[in-house]
């Protein structure tokens, strides 16, 4: 048996070992060890074994991902994304369909913070939901906003997976940071746009509030709520942007500001912040478990030549480029439906980023487009992620229903990554400022 079919062997392995529900850490590991063993014999294997799990997690530039997680849960312990919900009603509320998109403008800044997808969908669901359910929104729209307000930390910085991708690929982190911010708003304003277009359509979806607008001084003293949020992002983001820090320092900066300004709030107590070092460290465990079994897979795949005669073969085809990469968009896209972000990305990077480069795309662009087909999956089903995560919050609303609403912000993020491929400049602008 060829290296090149033990390649193609092992992958679909892979694939069948997800589906089985094995965690993606152990099933990489596996993989892994079992091909390398076939390739070149057990001495290889568990050599790489011995010395692969030490080399990548004592790795300077994994640092950075601890800590922007940290930042986030101690934000989230506080308590503030109730204030910062307040905040953003006060000043859009009132319109017709005001708190739909108060809710995915909360969702947006709340998930730019914790950079993590169920935290910040979790958070919103408990804070928003029983409001619209107050004024009598249709849970079809509430349950959509806050699916589609949390995927925008996906694209928002600091964001996980862009951190990932960077670490994978060797692209720099700090540009796939920045590079998200524009995306993030072009998919922020389509989904306001959903929302005023649904709502035309049935203006039963969002009853008109009886209420007018907040006065001024209520919504100035609503917006110095928001302060430490917006703090938080110009000092790390806005650091990495302006070369004051590397993206490890900003990360560092923004976790030390973030418990700072918690402890100002007097909404930080010992037991939550116990909770907040508690959950980051399990989220930090699972993420580096999952990054030393794609260290060691994307040894094995090496090793089998296979991405190397994949990017030959798909340099020899008499195709259009955006035609190969649509077609690669959309393998993600059906993957996504059935494999869980993360592990996705770690399972095809070094598969499907060799081929971009061939093609003559930019990694970091690239980086951006992915992330946004991946993320789609989070929305529709079997996995659905964001919408059993609403479900949990809200077990009175059928999962239909929930699934139902998401299908025009599923059309808006589709439109969004057509866009950006047709103007990457979106994506590239702001990194190639930062040169």
Known sequence: MTPEMIGMIGIIGLVVLLLLKIPVGIALIIIALSGTTLIRGWDVAFSQLGRTPFDTASSYSLSVIPLFILMGMILSYTGMGKDLYKAVDSWIGHWKGGLAMATICSAAIFSAISGSLNATTATVSKITLPEMEKYRYKPSLSTACVAAGGTLGILIPPSVILILYGIQTREPIGELLIAGIIPGMIQLLLFILIVVFLVRRDPTLAPAREEGSALTTEKMTTLIRMWPFAALFLISIGGIYLGIFTPTEAAGVGAISALFFSLLSRKMNWHRLKLAFHESVKLTAYIFFILIGATLFSQFLTISRLPVELTYLVSRLELNHYIILIGILLALFLLGCFIEGLSLIVLTIPIVYPIILELGFNG???????????????????LGISIFVIKGVAPNIPVQTIFKGAIPMIVGMIICILLL??????????????R
């Open 364 to 382: 970091v662009w690239f980086g951006i487009i992915m992330v946004m087909a991946i993320n789609i999956g989070s929305l529709t089903p079997p």
């Open 421 to 434: 491929i047709i103007f990457p400049s979106f994506v590239t602008i702001l990194p190639s400022l930062m």
